[in-house]
């Protein structure tokens, strides 16, 4: 899941968003995902499958799984 912090993060900054902004935005918490961006813990696939669509890409490539 290394993969998904780096694409969690890459996300927001590219939509010029803070942590706080995003958890607004989606309804998560700013801990969760500072956690996440931070590696210490992994979403759930809900988190996973709402961070895809608020994003626009797909779940495999917010997870790593490809580059597209």
Known sequence: M???AERLKELRIEKGL???QLAKATGISVRAIGMWE???RTPNIEAIIL?????EVTSDYLIGMSDY
């Open 2 to 4: 290394n993969k998904f």
């Open 51 to 55: 961070l895809a669509k608020f994003f």
């Open 18 to 20: 803070s942590q706080a």
């Open 38 to 40: 931070g590696k210490q």
